[in-house]
């Protein structure tokens, strides 16, 4: 059935329905995910594009279930991320799929299509009405990707993350239900914006104020992360501009540079 609905699945068809809560069922028992696993993740896909919407939620369920133990996944994890990233916000299981993927797929990155950073963006603005752990996967999906590819750091700057992110620094976001979430959320949106500095173009155009930014969380006691990557972002601001350097100085940032560094 799973592979079947590659070429014959469509929105209207009910069969989808009752395979997805199948397959939700099916997935709770080791034996049929290691029969299942190459056909389950092949066809994952293909599935999700046609299933009706109210059957999302059991195959994200049942993909929370084969990934344990799951050896095919490995191969297919890029491509899946940003459909999830994608029904992050929408769908309560798509974040701690995306979590999951992530975790059996190091090399995982968000594909450098519109479409994607403008569902993460999304996400990142509507911060205040989703869940926490949306957020904070989205992000640190983003930031592993900026990490590795010049282009989705341009696209970060292009369709305006970036600004969203410093404005999610400036804010202190809090979350709704711990700390470790918070800081998690704010030491990778302070890693994203000091991959998108390695542009010293970038760097160039942004105003004095940006240093007082990263300083706060630079000096702020919320974790050793959160300080490291704070710190590098204004290290490769104060290296790229001069003005910024000068500012750095003046609040006696280049102190606090020396003990994060």
């Not at 989808?16 to 809560?21: N, R």
């Not at 916000?89 to 975790?103: D, I, Y």
């Not at 995982?108 to 752990?133: R, V």
């Not at 590795?148 to 202190?172: C, F, N, T």
Request: proline share 3%.
């Amino acid at each position: 059935a799973v592979v079947s609905t590659q070429s014959t699945g469509s929105a209207a068809n009910p069969d989808l329905k009752t395979m997805a809560t199948c397959l939700s069922a099916l997935s709770m028992k080791s034996e049929t995910r290691a029969i299942l696993d190459e056909r389950f993740w092949k066809n994952f896909l293909a599935v999700l594009d046609h299933v009706p919407d109210g059957s999302i939620d059991d195959l994200l369920s049942a993909g929370m279930n084969f990934a344990i133990g799951s050896e095919a996944l490995k191969d297919v994890g890029e491509g899946i991320s940003g459909r999830l990233v994608e029904l992050c916000g929408r769908h309560k299981l798509a974040a701690p799929l995306l979590n999951r993927v992530m975790e059996k797929c190091p090399n995982t990155l968000l594909a450098e299509d519109k479409g994607q950073f403008a569902s993460l963006l999304k996400i990142i603005k509507q911060m205040k009405s989703i869940d926490d752990s949306d957020l904070c996967t989205a992000i640190k999906l983003l930031a592993r990707t900026t990490a590795q590819s010049p282009q989705a750091r341009k696209w970060v700057v292009k369709y305006h993350i970036l600004e969203a992110l410093m404005g999610l620094l400036e804010d202190h976001f809090v979350t709704k239900t711990s700390t470790v979430t918070a800081t998690a959320i704010l030491s990778n949106a302070a890693l994203v914006c000091g991959h998108c500095f390695l542009d010293e173009g970038l760097c160039k155009k942004q105003e004095p104020k940006v240093v007082d930014l990263f300083l706060k969380h630079a000096k702020a006691e919320k974790g050793l992360a959160i300080q490291q990557n704070a710190a590098i972002a204004l290290a490769r601001l104060a290296q790229a501009s001069v003005p910024l350097l000068e500012r750095l100085r003046e609040t006696r940032g280049l102190e606090v540079l020396h003990s994060r560094i």
